[in-house]
T-cell receptor
Framework: GDSVTQMEGPVTLSEEAFLTINCTYT??????LFWYVQYPGEGLQLLLK?????DKGSNKGFEATYRKETTSFHLEKGSVQVSDSAVYFC?????????????FGRGTSLIVHP | DVKVTQSSRYLVKRTGEKVFLECVQD?????MFWYRQDPGLGLRLIYF???????EKGDIPEGYSVSREKKERFSLILESASTNQTSMYLC?????????????FGSGTQLSVL
């Protein structure tokens, strides 16, 4: 079946450091890829998405590029802030038995210190 | 913005009780999902629904059932709660069933079964 693998956390950084969270996937067909963010005490919300190979999704200084050849969708930010502390989930949505089932990675906790 | 509302933020129940978790969305979305979130395991799909009165099993349906009598409401039922069902439960919805459709999440219900 489809699966998403993302790097384990927590990732601990100082403010203004560069962030990379790795995500790779396995899927049949051509999935759409997503990054969701979960702030403390809240549900998940969409951060960015890409729907086809070589697309770059971006939002709030975060970006990720859909790499079909390496089946990856790594999340990056050039300069993190304390307010970026959250759990980040990589996800895909791909055809499965006539439906499009969302599949999530295990999440990566990011802690940013002042 | 789409609003997905889960009826309780925290819930404490006893082993063997029948438990109802309610979820309502206000934007006429066709698809609705129930996930449980556990540390280190990420989000796991319990059940989903693509239309009123329709339901499909996800990855971990055992011990759960669902009901969707109206389009806006999707209920998760624990027929006889057990301690291993202590978890965070997240409801989500999407407009349609396409790979590019993002999910909108509720804030979650933290269920403790004693």
């Amino acid at each position: 079946g489809d699966s998403v693998t993302q790097m384990e956390g927590p990732v601990t950084l100082s403010e203004e450091a560069f962030l990379t969270i790795n995500c790779t996937y396995t899927a049949t067909g051509y999935p759409s890829l997503f990054w969701y963010v979960q702030y403390p005490g809240e549900g998940l919300q969409l951060l960015l998405k890409a729907t086809k190979a070589d697309d770059k999704g971006s939002n709030k200084g975060f970006e990720a590029t859909y790499r079909k050849e390496t089946t990856s969708f790594h999340l990056e930010k050039g300069s993190v802030q304390v307010s970026d502390s959250a759990v980040y989930f990589c996800a895909l949505r791909a055809p499965s038995g006539g439906s499009y089932i969302p599949t999530f990675g295990r999440g990566t906790s990011l802690i940013v210190h002042p | 913005d789409v609003k997905v509302t889960q009826s309780s933020r925290y819930l404490v129940k006893r082993t063997g009780e029948k438990v109802f978790l309610e979820c309502v969305q206000d934007m006429d979305h066709e698809n609705m999902f129930w996930y449980r979130q556990d540390p280190g395991l990420g989000l796991r799909l319990i059940y989903f629904s693509y239309d009123v009165k329709m339901k499909e099993k996800g990855d971990i349906p055992e011990g759960y059932s669902v009901s969707r009598e109206k389009k806006e409401r999707f209920s998760l039922i624990l027929e006889s709660a057990s301690t291993n069902q202590t978890s965070m439960y997240l409801c989500a919805s999407s407009l349609g069933d396409r790979e590019s459709e993002k999910l909108f999440f509720g804030s979650g219900t933290q269920l403790s079964v004693l």
